[in-house]
């Protein structure tokens, strides 16, 4: 059997069927890895094969027990997991080993799932291309010459190598959605406080949401299932009854209901010649089924700087605690000043990317500055959720590219951190007024992934998942491992 490309929800049912067959599953999967890793490069920390058989053969004894028995899960290493190696790609952190498990990881491990290793992703999710990491970029598996996108571009990567079923990534502006497009995969950030944030490393917290990643729909649902809900640990949690999403989504899909879909046009407008014509082509599908009108975006030259106002104020202020003392790198403080020691630590400790954004929140801060930026975007962080409430109002969907770029070649974006930044502007709004996101592969161009972003009201996570599993059917792009490497 070709396991590397087996959705999880059915291996779930093979397992259930022959519970002996985790371990040919977890062997194949480690095959994979050692054959393909060494050129993608996106895992930070892997587990060793032992210690993962060891697990799936005590899961093997009582598969009925669980909801996701033995399935591989990768996990951005942002996330806290006991025992095993949390470094946010950070030299700052770069031997910190979590005496806590993260919520998520808490209920993956309940669900019988295996944490396979913790995934490369932009120091601190500082980035849109897994390049800022302290350690090493990781590649697309598409195009080892690109970057398969950030910040939680490991995650994908592994997915789209064969390397995980299923993946855990975390989203501030767009870092599920954004990798998932460059790499033909699908990435959903959820609405903000469904899924705890309870040992995720903060960094902007009004925009952080941990969100699920997978090669198919189905399995999106199913991971979603397993981590979101109350927490009481996080101050933000909603305290919601979750849905069978598997169940809800299978429900809608015979149902078949016609759906109102609201098109961002200026922002197709704005995207790349060939995201544009693969973006077209599955939407005149979706308006062939759905009732499609084209709306604009309000305030869309001021979308990108609001967000990273808000987003690097925040960054500021979380980043603080690294300081050599509390958090972060030890040196010697013997005969020297607070400032030389903090300065050294921190300057060590840090990338020229973190260091940056914490310097400009601090700056947008401080005193004579706060009003005319902070203050401001946080205004107009309202006006933009209120407007989108209303559309919500009128439309069950609103969708757009999720990125207007194709992949970019390394070392492109990270020389232009202007064109970097802009490349956010459809996938910061979802951020910015809390809302659910999806991205769906639709397509590629020259052989490069094209992904299409699904917005909905909060807490309509299932209506994206209805449509990700319609285009999912029509166009094929289900379960697709890369073939560039072998």
Known sequence: MDWIRQPAYRLVELFRSDPSK?????????DRIQRVEPLVKAFITIRSREELLEEAQRIAKNVDSYV??????AVKDNISTRGIRTTCASRMLENYVPPYDATVIERLKRAGALILGKTNMDEFAMGSTTETSAFFPTKNPWDLSRVPGGSSGGS?????????????????????????????????????????????????SSLDQIGPMARCV?????LLQVIAGFDPRDATSLPVAVPNYLEELNRLWHEEPRLRIAVLRSLVEVSEEGVRKVFEDALNKLCSRHECEDVEVPYRDQIVAAYYIVAMAEASSNLARYDGVRYGLKTSFEGRSWIDVYTEVRTKGFGYEVRKRIALGAFVLSAGYRDAYYLKALRFRRLL?????????????????????????LGELVSDPLRMYMADINTVIANLIG????????GFYNGLPVGLQAMSKPLNEVTLLYLGKELQESLGYANLVSEVIR
């Open 22 to 30: 985790i371990v040919d599953y977890v062997d194949s999967v480690y």
């Open 68 to 73: 996701l028995p033995g399935i591989l899960v």
């Open 156 to 204: 994908a990567a592994a997915l789209a190598a064969g390397e995980a079923t299923l993946a855990l990534g975390s989203d501030t502006g767009g870092s599920i959605r954004n990798p998932a497009a460059f790499t033909a995969t699908y990435g959903l950030k959820p609405t903000y406080g469904l899924v705890s944030r309870f040992g995720l490393i903060a960094y902007a």
């Open 218 to 222: 189905e399995d999106l649902a199913l």
């Open 385 to 409: 959720k209120e407007y989108f409430d209303g559309l919500y109002k009128r439309f069950d969907i609103v969708v757009s590219p999720t990125m207007p770029i194709l992949p970019p070649r």
């Open 435 to 442: 809302c659910p996101a999806i991205s769906i592969p639709i």
